[in-house]
């Protein structure tokens, strides 16, 4: 398999440990060793305190898989393979796939969640977003009428990365209806799941609802835990688990020692952490709402669903999004992510808003436009 490179990660490596502000990252504000330690219940604090740094289990930590199976309805620490979360879309892609599959993929979006699929020889078709109402809008009859006999997978990204949109229930339940009436895989790139800004909207994991779906999750979004390197797949399909864990033999063995503790103690407490973020995200839209309202003339902006980023437009006459970008991170020291690295054609910018400097971030990108643009 001959890969392509990675764009969005090959701008993230030329800027992410330079740049002083990333206005563009999409994990929410990163917790310290110190504030996850002091989350930890007694039990949990022991495990840390006499942990053995040898080999761990394949599968992953038992009481890690106990705790990631009480995030699902329906759905037992067996059905859970714990995987670094980029593994998980390496390991799912190559054991579901082969050279002359058709794959239909949320687009644009991260770029393994339909690349491998193009390095292994399949076709690609991508569902691309509308803006509907200044909302960015999925239509699901794109689905439908782009199933054909040799579809072999769907790929969903719900909240979506980059534009933060959300389906229905009514609508991501049709998709698993049309999936299971044409035998066709699901994987479900749920990494900002428990981010909407109403618990009302909060969509299902694919696996609850459809044997031969495929859910990936995992700390580094929701949690800011991206440290941690932890996620997981989740497969009701006990034989198709078991083919991934066999995949795995050839990628990570099994998992670090210290995150898989980490990462149960911040399952533990993960009404609290998700609580803390979702307050960073809410109050940082609000200003968000407040700076491209100030100027419209320069942005056009669709609210996010869900999430912590977003997918605005740069609207000034013959500029290009890149050169914008680049200008930026140069003069001001601030990072935005162009469409250019999603492999998009529009004039767009990936905005995240899920840590704590982000006004300091957003009060620059002010500067710069009042001295160039307004």
């Known amino acids: 398999m001959k890969i392509k490179p990675f764009e969005l990660e090959r701008y993230f490596a030329k800027y992410e440990f330079s740049a002083p502000y990333m206005l563009s ?25 006499n942990l053995w740094l040898g080999y ?19 759905i037992s620490p067996e059905s859970v393979l714990e995987i670094v979360p980029e593994e998980g879309i390496l390991i799912a892609m190559n054991v579901l796939l082969e050279k002359g599959d058709h794959v239909i993929s949320t687009f644009p979006g991260y770029q393994t969640l339909y690349g491998i699929a193009e390095s292994l020889g399949c076709s690609i078709t991508k569902w691309l977003p509308e803006v509907r109402d200044n909302r960015w809008k999925f239509d699901i009859e794109f689905i439908r009428n782009s199933i054909l006999k040799n579809t072999k997978l769907i790929v969903v990204n719900f909240p979506h990365n980059p ?40 969509l299902p994991s694919a696996c609850e609802n459809y044997e031969n779906a495929i859910s990936l999750f ?30 795995k033999d050839y990628t990570t063995i099994c998992g670090s020692a210290p995150s898989e503790i ?59 999004v890149y050169d914008f970008c680049q200008n930026l ?3 001001k020291g601030v990072m935005l992510l162009p469409s250019k690295v999603y492999d998009y054609k529009g004039n767009n910018f990936r905005i995240g808003f899920g840590r704590g400097n982000m006004p300091k971030a957003l009060s620059l990108l002010e500067g710069y436009v009042l001295e160039n643009y307004k």
């Not at 990252?25 to 002091?38: G, M, R």
């Not at 609290?272 to 960073?280: A, S």
Request: charged letters at 30%; a negative charge; aromatic letters at 10%.
């Open 56 to 74: 761990t289990e394949s599968q992953g930590h038992p009481l890690l898989r106990e705790e990631v199976a009480k995030l699902y309805e329906n």
């Open 163 to 202: 534009t933060g949109a959300l389906l229905s229930k009514e609508e991501f339940n049709e998709i698993l209806d049309l999936a299971k009436k044409n035998n066709t895989f699901v994987f479900s790139d749920e990494m900002y799941r428990f981010l909407e800004y109403e618990e009302s909207t909060r």
């Open 218 to 247: 995992g700390l580094s979004k929701t949690f800011g835990l991206a440290g941690l390197r932890l996620g997981w797949l989740i497969a009701k399909n006990k034989e198709l688990l078991t083919q991934f864990q066999t995949f």
């Open 25 to 49: 990252s999409s994990d929410c504000e990163p917790l310290t060793l110190k504030e996850v330690l002091a989350l930890a219940d007694k039990d949990s604090l022991k495990l840390w305190e």
């Open 262 to 320: 980490l990462g149960i103690i911040a399952l533990r407490s993960k009404e609290t952490i998700i609580r803390r973020n979702l307050e960073i995200i809410q109050s940082n839209v609000k200003l968000l709402d407040e700076f491209f309202g100030r100027y419209s003339n320069v942005f056009s902006w669709c609210k996010p669903d869900a999430g912590s980023i977003a997918f605005p437009e740069l609207k000034i006459g013959k500029l290009k």
């Open 329 to 331: 991170v140069k003069e």
